[in-house]
Every structure is written in C-alpha cells, then in structure tokens.
C-alpha cells in the first residue's frame, strides 16, 4: 500500500471514479483521460497495491483478467473490438505504478495507434539465440 497511490486512494474511495464493477478485490472504472473520443476506456485494478503487475499473484491476476474480459465483453457489444494492454514499467509506458489493465474500445478507423508497430527483422541465427537467452531466464526460477 502506498499513501501517496492514486489508484490505492481510487480503491479506498478517497478520489471518486466512474465506476463499472467493484468486488472485495477488484475495482473497475473508466479512465479519466480516454483513449477514445468516444469514451468507454475502462482501467481494471487490484484493490491491493503492486507496483507490477509481475509481482501479482497468479489467482489475483486470473481475477482481474477475468474481470477485464467482462468489461471487455460488454464494451463489445458497442464497439468493433476492444484492445486489453498491459503497461508494465515505465520504458512500457506505465506512469501510475499501482498494476492495471487497460480495456480500451476500438472503432472501425478511430486511428489510434495502439496495435501496430514498426517491425524489424531477425538476422539468421539471431532468433535461436534470442529463444536460447530468454529460456534460459523462464527456467531460471522466480518467474
Ligand atoms: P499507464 O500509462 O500508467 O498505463 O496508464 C495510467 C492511466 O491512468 C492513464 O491512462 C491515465 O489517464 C489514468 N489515470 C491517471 N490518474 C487517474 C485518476 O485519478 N483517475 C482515473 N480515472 N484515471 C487516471
Ligand atoms: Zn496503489
């Protein structure tokens, strides 16, 4: 738990939020600063404070996905897909360092640019080495 987390104080009700679902753990609530002109892009967070969402248990984390899916779900019913990312670390783009999962509905040339990426190319042999590297951290434990 941190004093000064503003997604603790969302949790704990001392900053108010638009509200869409909210259980003993999970709280969901739309994102002040949307992505979408047409609003809609929902956060979905553990009401208990991890900076990562590496650092979450699996079974909280199965919840809050679980509980993003739903969301998701719903805004499908409204929007022509729906985008579930997950910013983890600052070089990923995370600024609030309380773990979260962003819901973002997606319109039919709405442009915003969250699923394309400039690609590179793998020199040869350059991908067995990189298969070989992480591997290795997978089987290393802790993770
Ligand atoms: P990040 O870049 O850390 O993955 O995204 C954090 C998100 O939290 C941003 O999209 C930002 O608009 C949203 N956000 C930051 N402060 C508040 C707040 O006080 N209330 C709500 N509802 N959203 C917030
Ligand atoms: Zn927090």
Redesign the pocket.
Known sequence: MSSEC??C??AKGE?P??KLYEDREIIA???????TKRGG?T?VIPKKHYEHVTEMPDELLCKTMSVAKRVACALMKEADGVNI???NGKAA?????HA?I?VVPRYKDDKIGLAHWESVKYHPGEMEEVQARIKKLLEEGNC
């Not at 609530?29 to 992505?35: K, W």
């Not at 783009?93 to 360092?97: I, L, T, W």
């Open positions: 503003v997604f104080k969302i900053i939020c638009a609530f739309l994102d002040i600063m949307p992505a892009h956060l990312l997950l910013n783009g995370q600024y609030v360092k979260h962003h």
